[in-house]
């Protein structure tokens, strides 16, 4: 299933634009292979930050017993990789050296698993009274070059070897990964002893990872300014409008602009608790134990095109039209 396709992107260099094509590439076969299967999640071009960092995965795929990372690389000549895992690349028959793929998912990834760990309750909830996790899950990354690339995989570090494939060939490689027991509908295998999510907990997952998703494509809108006034003598009274104030209100609106929560269901506004479901985050009220939404329309534009974020114990208020933000109380 696809809960998220490819972002457009802008590319106008050469390399940037030979980078979009593979991603799409990438994407056009994990569509062929897993759109109409529940139990495998795609989401292409995901951004996200925690704990003051950010990272871009291309590709991310959650299955029942884990995580696969992605990384496209578009690589039109030769790759080779040393024994202290140095990538060097062709093109044009030149060789330069080029940062290492495999390395930089593996941050991404670990970055992606403090993530789901900080909110494993929120996602996962306890299970018999133990707190779940993520760390013990199966986690996977592979580096997707292009179908045209010649790798040497004579000298390269079998370590390395394992997780380059090239585009044609990742469905199979990612079915050896996986190796799906059908545990969504109960069938299972006795030899199999990885922990798996069931299906809620995986649409629980998908839905928490796309409210974590950072929209970079959406532009600011901007506020078209009357054009400027020639000169006017200093009687005239136009000069003494108090136009900085004004601005000034706009620049200051969103220090001024607080969003409060109260429960829709008995107006209740400080006795709840912050949690998370399958359509987001929402409250829940401790007086009558009903939920209400925290995703509410922008105050300041009334834009319901908004998105709640959560930073530790901080969460806050996004709207995609007038990129207005502020924390939610």
């Known amino acids: 299933m696809i809960l998220k396709t490819k972002s457009p992107q802008n590319a106008k260099s050469a390399q940037a634009i030979a980078g979009q094509k593979q991603e799409h590439n990438v994407a056009f076969f994990l569509r062929r292979a897993y759109k109409d299967n529940p139990e495998v999640l795609v989401i292409n071009d995901f951004k996200f930050s925690f704990n003051d960092e950010t990272a871009q995965i291309d590709h991310l795929i959650v299955y029942p017993y884990g995580f696969i990372l992605l990384e496209s690389k578009s690589i039109k000549g030769h790759v080779k990789v040393n024994k202290q895992q140095e990538w060097t690349r062709s093109y044009s028959k030149q060789w330069s050296g080029m940062p290492s793929p495999i390395k930089q998912v593996e941050l991404q990834q670990a970055l992606l698993k403090q993530l789901l760990n900080h909110h494993r309750l929120d996602v996962l909830g306890k299970m018999f009274g133990i707190k779940q996790g993520f760390s013990g ?59 798996y999510f069931n299906k809620e907990e995986l649409d629980s997952i998908g839905s928490f990872l796309i409210n974590q998703h950072l929209d970079t494509t959406a532009e600011p809108s901007i506020v078209p300014q009357a054009a400027p006034k ?10 003494t409008r108090p136009q900085p104030i004004e601005q000034a209100s706009v620049v200051e609106a969103t220090t001024m602009i607080r969003v409060a929560l109260q429960c829709k269901h008995c107006g209740e506004s400080t006795n709840y608790t912050p949690m998370y479901g399958k359509f987001g985050y929402y409250i829940k009220c401790n007086q009558c134990t009903k939920n209400t939404p925290m995703k509410q329309a922008c105050p300041q534009c009334k834009n319901k095109q908004t998105r709640v974020q959560k930073s530790q114990e901080t969460y806050t208020l996004n709207c995609q039209e007038c990129s207005f933000s502020q924390q939610i109380v």
């Open 137 to 195: 899950r199966c986690w996977d990354h592979l580096c997707v070059v292009s179908s045209d690339a010649i790798i040497d995989r004579k000298s390269m570090p079998k370590a390395v070897s394992e997780k380059l494939v090239k585009s044609e060939f990742l469905v199979e490689k990612l079915q050896k990964i996986m190796k799906l027991r059908n545990k969504i509908i109960r069938v299972v295998n006795v030899y199999d002893t990885r922990p």
């Open 230 to 239: 020639l000169a006017q003598p200093i009687a005239k009274p136009v000069v």
